[in-house]
């Protein structure tokens, strides 16, 4: 586990051969993120784990105390966390470890599991027929007919619930298992060749045992012929070659969870060409039609949709960042939080380039913008994106204004209080001007659901943190119902949770006067509430309407239409409309906390299918999103009050026991002779 990094901005220096000053340092050209701190854990749990740092100089006599650095709690952190008593108590058990099994083919071990689990009940259900037909004399004739029926139709379907290789009948309302027209005509114009490369079985864990099975399948209603490779007869070079590297998956092992390393993917090819589908797991196969056909698009055309994600590290405000200043430590900076979508988007067939906002520069021949949670000052990312979209482009922005902390004071009895943190979203300078701009509040819907979310806990000198629940209104949960179901991107989708989100208001008289159409995509429930935040905790009363706003609130838009081009001379910008002024695409998330690392899978929710199918939308089509976005989904329901609550759960739950205490009181009241 990589635990420390440089920054981005790292070279390196030659090794001097003698003395050296400070003049004969020179920057070279950075080499991006360096690790210098890494975890080693052996594949067993029960097996210790190193801690491997790339210098000794923090704990040096002299740097250990030196102000400014936190040398002294890091060294704290570790000794707490290595000397846990749970880390102590599983390094002092002794566990005896069963011999392995030797591998076995696949009949054997199917014999061996149903010796093992039907041996048993075979035998007490022979010696069960054996006591009661003792008396009598067995024959078929005593078989009733009923039962020669059944017998007969268990033989004949055993081929059905045994047939591994293809899909027999598609039952799902939206036919998901059933190719489309459009998928077969994109394939048969030139049908490649796939090589799966996929451990066996036993060597998968759990969660992945069935997508050998899924992907076949997928493959055979398609009319793509295969060829089935394992990982360990390929060298690593090849598989680096055709760029197939190991992903890690989560799986429980002898009680305790851990990360299993896991090379799966899909290799199609021409003659002289060849694409990759770098991970095949139990979210992929969902999309293998989508992924199947824009991989034959990138075969036939030489086109890979190119990407420009633009993100930012946490940072604290500037009062947490005194507080740091105070004890003499320098305020630390987050990590990438982002980094599960760019793999999310690299899965799918997307080339990512990461910019730096601070340095701006979008690569030539960008299919489209992505934009996670613009913070001040964001002018020159802005210029940019206006002559972007001025262009004709294509962008996506999700930001919001404030991530709402949960914080406890050992002098204020540690009773849960709420603190918005403000994220100075900095886009507003241009779209405020457009017609767009997104409310600086704190928003709340009754529609809402729960979260764990890290609790700041003041007991100590040190921080504590604690992953505690909440239910609070400000998680508001965007449920179909008020989805818009013209575009593909939100017609199929699941619930959708945006943690802390803000609404968008439009402006119908600046949006015509520069040209521009709002479609909503998601918005709130009828029953939102907004508190107008300016300092201090929220208060109680902040979680209760005083007055609901009584309608819709958009939570996504999609913008459409002629792009001004922005430009930053002064406070305000100034638009001007560039010769050719094509159409361009605008797609703004009223949350960007729902994208990060942490909740971009959040059970219940689909979030990262929600952005994939704006960016296929976006880069591919309408066509492309509707393969995207075929997928399960359990929608959710919007507000119920706790009387109608009480009422259904009444209803779902005693309707089956009352309905079958009704016919047996009625049998009983119709057979009882009177």
Known sequence: DILGTTTDNAYIQPLPTGPFTNNHLKEAPTIGKQNVMLRLRHKDPWKGEILVLATSSPFRDGIFNQPNYAHRVF?????????????????????????????????????????????????????????YYSHMRVSFGHLSLRTCIAIVVLIIASPLWSYQWGQLLDLTAEKIHTPLSFSREQIQNQIPKADLIIPTRAHLPPALK???????????????????????????????????RPYQVKTVRDDVEISQSVISGLLLHYPGNATIIPRLDDRTTDHLEF????????????????????????????????EYRQKHLSPPRGADVFSELKTLLRTYGYRVSYVNPRTPHLPPQTDLVIWMQPRRDASPMIALLSQHLARGGRAIVALQHYNIQQRQYSGGNFETVYWPQPQYQD??????????PQAREVLMDQTRSRLALETQIYRRAVREYDPQEVALPF??????????????????????????????????HRLQMYNLTVTPLISTSNRTWAYHWSGGWLPKTAFSPDSLLLSHQSLALLVTGTFPLAEFNASSP??????????????????????????????????????????????????????????????????????????????????????????????YIKKRPW
Not at 90 to 107: E, F, Y
Not at 299 to 322: C, D, V, W
Not at 647 to 660: A, D, E, H, I
């Open 210 to 244: 069935k997508v050998e099975m899924e992907t076949v399948a997928r493959l055979n209603s398609l009319g793509i012929n295969y060829t089935l490779r394992r990982p360990k007869d390929l060298s690593t070079a090849y598989l680096n070659r055709i760029g197939l």
């Open 574 to 667: 100034t638009f001007t409309h560039p010769m050719p002024n094509p159409q361009g695409h605008l797609l703004l998330i009223g949350s960007s906390e729902m994208f990060k690392n942490e909740y971009l899978y959040a059970p219940g929710f689909q979030h990262e299918q929600f952005l994939l199918n704006a960016v296929a939308y976006l880069t591919h089509g309408p066509q492309f999103a509707d393969l995207q976005a075929r997928r399960k989904i359990a929608p959710g329901f919007s507000y119920l009050s706790p009387d109608q609550k009480i009422l259904w759960r009444v209803l779902v739950v005693g309707l089956g026991p009352l309905s079958f205490g009704l016919y047996v009181f009625f049998r």
């Open 291 to 322: 992924l199947l056909t824009t991989a034959t698009l990138r075969l036939s055309t030489g086109k890979t949709p190119h990407i420009a994600l633009i993100s930012e590290s946490p940072r604290l405000s500037p009062a947490e960042a005194h």
């Open 75 to 131: 060294l704290q952190t570790i000794m707490r966390t290595f000397t846990d008593h749970d880390r102590i108590l599983r390094g002092r058990v002794k566990r005896p470890s069963s011999p392995p099994i030797p591998q076995l083919s696949a009949t054997s071990r199917v014999i061996w599991r149903v010796c093992v689990v039907f041996v048993v009940p075979l035998i007490l259900l022979i010696l069960g027929v054996c006591l």
């Open 475 to 508: 998680l508001i949960r965007a449920v179909p119902p008020h989805f818009d179901t013209t575009l593909p991107i939100t017609r199929q989708l699941g619930d959708q949770l945006f943690i802390w989100g803000n609404r968008f208001v439009p402006d119908p």
């Open 427 to 436: 886009l507003n300078r241009y779209l405020e001007p457009l017609g767009i």
